[in-house]
């Protein structure tokens, strides 16, 4: 699933009339660079959700063929948040495991990385698998600590903490309380999860940007086109 709902209100005025995740950076928007990723790595089956100039993501990618892929998409009215979205969407998306990918970032990481946690959490307890990063400049304090392959509630960390990259594989039975069409945060459904150690991570160190601001995405936008034309 890709999450693209979100409004974008610090990406205005480029959002009044473009979804954020439609942002061209490198050349594409950064919903084709998922795509694409996802398609590589053996992910053809994508459920889409949309709320702000939602018709906008459907026009631009239609049913995902010209992708290599399948594309269903959940239509919200208003966004309903990450839990809400996903609870709602689950209609749709028929693993049990599943990984979720926020449609606002830029990311280099190897989707098939992911086949690993999909297959431990099909068997075992756990209930997530978060992809962490570096703490980005704009947000210094981080999320949440990596012990091994454990992601902890730390208020007082022993280890620095690390940033959720908004990369994750989930369990549908963590939305299995929240319902549907109703907004709903990700976060303390996370945190329960993890006080309950049902929630493993690795701390991924290639490129990744959360693309939050006009000039995080010019500055992203003109790296990837001196890169590609180098």
């Not at 089956?45 to 990618?61: K, M, P, S, T, Y």
């Amino acid at each position: 699933m890709i999450l693209a709902a979100g409004r974008g209100e610090r990406m205005r005025p480029l959002t009044d009339h473009t979804p954020k995740p439609l942002l061209p950076v490198g050349g594409k928007p950064l919903l084709v660079w998922h795509l694409e990723r996802l398609r590589a790595a053996g992910f053809t089956r994508i459920v889409i959700n949309h709320a702000h100039l939602g018709q906008r993501i459907e026009d631009a990618l239609g049913n995902g063929a010209a992708f290599g892929v399948s594309i269903e998409y959940s239509r919200e009215a208003s966004a309903l948040e990450t839990a809400g979205g996903i609870a709602t969407a689950m209609p749709l998306i028929e693993a049990d495991v599943f990984p979720v990918v926020n449609g606002d970032i830029y990311c280099e990481f190897d989707f098939a990385r992911l086949a690993g946690p999909l297959a431990r959490l099909a068997a075992g307890q756990d209930r997530a698998h978060l992809v962490l990063v570096d703490n980005p400049p704009h947000h210094p304090q981080g999320d949440f600590v990596l012990d091994g392959d454990r992601v902890k509630n730390v208020e007082s960390p022993p280890a620095p903490r690390l940033t959720f990259s908004g990369i994750g594989v989930y369990h549908r039975a963590l939305f299995e309380h929240t319902p549907a069409g109703e907004k709903a945060p990700l976060a303390p459904l996370l945190r329960q999860a993890i006080d309950a150690g049902r929630v493993s991570g690795e701390h991924y160190s290639g490129r990744w940007e959360d693309v939050g601001t006009p000039a995080r995405l010019a500055a992203l936008d003109e790296e990837l086109r001196h890169h590609h034309a180098a």
